[in-house]
C-alpha cells in the first residue's frame, strides 16, 4: 500500500546533462623557442573520501598562451550538491602521458555551480599555484546539453461517484500515477492532492515531463491508482485503471473517461460494475523551460538565514546546549547553515546574505525580537558569504538573552517583502529557517507562508535536536497543500527535515551535510520553475559573451 512520504523518497533527484568549454588567456610561456604548447586537465572530487580523480583532459593545442579547446567535458550537474572541481593546466613537451614530465602552468578550484550561476554561465578565474607568478585565467563556460530538453504535459482529472471509504465522512480521495517499465514493474511519477470530503473530486491541474510519464514511448502503460487518504498513513484503496500518453493526447472526451477498478472487490460482490470513474478534463503538452535556462538568463537565487534564539535550545555557554561552541566541532546549526549556503550562494553574484535571529532578548533594553539582524545593524543586515553569516551568528550569542516563543511569521514576511517587490523573475529567495522547538504562531505562519506562495521564493525549514516535529510536517505540504482561513496555497514551497535525520553514525559530518543539503534543495529547482510558469516568465536571453579566438574584456 502505498504511504504519502514515499513519493518523496522516489522522486530522481534535480539532474541536467551539461557541457564544459574552456579557453584560456595570458598563459605563462615555458618554452624558450616558441609558446607553450597548453592542456588542461580536469578532476572532480567525491563527497565521501574527498580524493581528486582525474575525469578527463582537452586536446593539446600548439604555440599559444590564449587556447580554445575543442574537446568538451560533459557532466551530471545536480543543483542540490556541492560538486567540486580541478582544473591543472600544463605545457606539454612531449607524447608522455605522465604530467609529472611537463611543465605546470597553473590551476584552479571552482564548483560547477559556480560556473552554471555565473552570468551567461560562463566563469572567469586567475590562475595560481606558482608562488610570484602570474599565470593568466581561464574560462569556463557551462551549456546544456540539447537531448536534456523535455516536453512537459499538463493535464487535470476529475473523478464521479467514487466509493465511500470513511465511516463519519465520504472518502478523501487522491490519485497516483505510475510509468511501467521494461521489466513489467511500475514507477511512481506524479501524486496529486487530496481533496477532502467527496466523492466527487476535481483535482488541480499539474504538470509532468513526457519522459517521467512514459520514457518516450507514446504507447507505453499508465497506471493511476486512486486512494482515500487517512491520517495515519494507511491509505483506503479504492481502485486503478491504465490509460498511455498517446491515449491523453486526445483530450476531454469519451475516450478518456475511464472506470475505476478494485479487483478483490469484484471478486467478493457479483454485481460489482466499478468504484467510480475518472475523466480527463484538460490535456496539453509545451516545450519546457529547464532551470538552467532560467539562470543562464541572469536569474539571481537570494539566501536569507534566520536562526531561532528561543531558550530551549539551552545556555550557549553548556554543552548541552543546541548553541554551544565546541572548538573541535560546529554545532548543529552551524553546520546545517554551511551545508545549505555553500551550494546556494553560488547563485547570488554579490554573495551578500542578510542573516535574522528570532526568539531573543536584545540589548541593551532587554525588548524581545523575532526579526533582527545577526551582525546588529538593522540598516544593512548583509553578511559576506558563508563565513560572515558564521561570525554573525557566532558574535550575536555572546549579546543576546535566549528567550522565546518560537515564532516563524515575522522571517516569512520579511523575505516576502523583498520577494513581492521583485516578480519579473529576475530573482528568486530562497529563506533557511533553522529551529528547535514546537512553533508557536502557527496560525500566523501558515497566512504568511499561503501569502509567500504567490511570491518568487521558497523556504527550508531544518529542525534540530530531539524535540517533536509534527507542525513542520504540516507546514511542508507533502501529504496536503497547507492552507489558511479556506484559502490553499498556490505553491508548494516549504520543505522540511530533521537535522537527526542526516547525523552519519560514523561521525562523518562533511556526509552529514552533504545528504542534507542533497535532500532539502532537491525541489528548489522545481519550485522556481513552478513559480515562473505559474506568471507565465520566460527566461531572459542569455547576454552575449565574447566571441572565441578573441581577448575577453578585462575585468574595471
Not at 613537451?93 to 560562463?122: M, N, W, Y
Not at 469519451?254 to 471478486?267: G, I, P, R, T
Not at 482561513?485 to 527535515?497: L, N, T, Y
Not at 522545481?526 to 579566438?549: E, H, N
Request: net charge negative.
Amino acid at each position: 500500500l502505498l504511504l504519502m512520504g514515499s513519493f518523496k523518497e522516489a522522486q530522481s533527484t534535480t539532474r541536467f546533462r551539461c557541457f564544459l568549454l574552456l579557453s584560456c588567456r595570458n598563459l605563462l610561456d615555458r618554452d624558450t623557442f616558441s609558446k607553450s604548447d597548453p592542456l588542461v586537465v580536469l578532476y572532480t572530487q567525491g563527497v565521501e573520501c574527498k580524493q581528486w580523480r582525474e575525469f578527463g583532459r582537452t586536446e593539446v593545442i600548439d604555440n599559444t598562451l590564449n587556447p580554445d579547446f575543442v574537446r568538451k567535458f560533459i557532466l551530471d550537474y545536480f543543483f542540490e550538491e556541492k560538486q567540486n572541481l580541478r582544473f591543472d593546466v600544463y605545457d606539454i613537451d612531449s607524447k608522455s602521458p605522465d604530467l609529472a614530465k611537463h611543465d605546470f602552468l597553473g590551476q584552479v578550484h571552482c564548483t560547477l555551480g559556480e560556473i552554471v550561476g555565473s552570468p551567461a554561465s560562463r566563469l572567469e578565474k586567475s590562475l595560481g599555484g606558482i608562488p610570484g607568478k602570474k599565470c593568466g585565467t581561464i574560462v569556463l563556460s557551462a551549456e546544456e546539453l540539447i537531448i536534456c530538453r523535455q516536453d512537459c504535459a499538463t493535464m487535470q482529472f476529475c473523478a464521479n461517484k467514487l466509493d465511500k471509504k470513511d465511516f463519519f465522512g465520504k472518502s478523501d480521495p487522491f490519485m497516483v500515477f505510475y510509468r511501467s517499465n521494461e521489466d513489467g514493474t511500475f514507477t511512481i511519477c506524479h501524486k496529486t492532492e487530496v481533496v477532502k470530503n467527496t466523492l466527487n473530486p476535481v483535482w488541480q491541474a499539474f504538470s509532468i515531463p513526457v519522459r517521467a510519464l512514459c520514457n518516450g514511448d507514446y504507447e507505453r502503460t499508465i497506471k493511476a491508482e486512486i486512494y482515500d487518504w487517512d491520517r495515519d498513513g494507511s491509505h483506503d484503496f479504492i481502485g486503478e485503471f491504465t490509460t498511455s500518453y498517446k491515449e491523453l493526447c486526445r483530450g476531454q472526451g469519451q475516450s478518456n473517461v475511464y472506470e475505476v477498478m478494485n479487483a478483490k472487490k469484484k471478486l467478493k460482490k457479483k454485481r460489482y460494475i466499478n468504484s467510480g470513474t475518472v475523466s480527463l478534463l484538460s490535456f496539453s503538452v509545451e516545450s519546457e523551460h529547464t532551470f538552467l535556462d532560467y539562470i543562464k538568463g541572469g536569474t539571481q537565487i537570494h539566501f536569507t538565514v534566520a536562526i531561532d534564539f528561543t531558550a530551549s535550545n539551552g545556555n550557549p555557554s553548556q554543552s548541552t546546549s543546541l548553541h554551544y561552541m565546541n572548538p573541535y566541532q560546529m554545532n548543529a546549526y552551524a553546520m546545517a547553515l554551511k551545508a545549505v549556503g555553500e551550494i546556494i550562494q553560488d547563485y547570488d553574484s554579490d554573495k551578500m546574505f542578510p542573516a535574522l535571529g528570532f526568539g531573543a532578548k536584545l540589548p541593551p533594553d532587554g525588548r524581545v525580537s523575532h526579526e533582527f539582524p545577526l551582525n546588529g545593524n538593522t540598516e544593512n543586515p548583509y553578511c559576506n558569504g558563508m563565513e560572515g553569516i558564521l561570525e554573525a551568528y557566532h558574535q550575536s550569542l555572546k549579546t543576546v538573552q535566549l528567550y522565546g516563543p518560537t515564532n516563524f511569521s515575522p522571517v516569512v514576511n520579511h523575505v516576502a517583502r523583498y520577494a513581492a517587490a521583485v516578480q519579473d523573475g529576475s530573482q528568486y529567495f530562497v529563506l533557511l529557517i533553522i529551529t528547535d522547538g514546537v512553533i508557536s504562531d502557527m496560525a500566523q505562519t501558515k497566512e504568511a507562508i499561503v501569502n509567500a506562495a504567490k511570491l518568487p521564493m521558497s523556504i527550508i525549514i531544518v529542525g534540530v535536536g530531539q524535540a517533536e516535529f509534527d507542525a513542520m510536517v504540516e507546514l511542508d505540504g507533502d501529504d496536503i497543500r497547507i492552507s489558511s482561513r479556506g484559502k490553499m496555497a498556490e505553491r508548494d514551497i516549504v520543505q522540511f527535515v530533521p537535522f537527526r535525520d542526516y547525523m552519519d553514525r560514523t561521525g562523518n559530518h562533511v556526509l552529514s551535510m552533504a545528504r542534507l543539503a542533497k535532500d532539502v534543495l532537491a525541489e528548489i529547482p522545481d519550485q522556481l520553475i513552478s513559480y515562473m510558469k505559474s506568471r507565465a516568465i520566460k527566461p531572459s536571453p542569455v547576454p552575449p559573451a565574447y566571441s572565441t579566438g578573441t581577448q575577453p574584456p578585462s575585468n574595471p
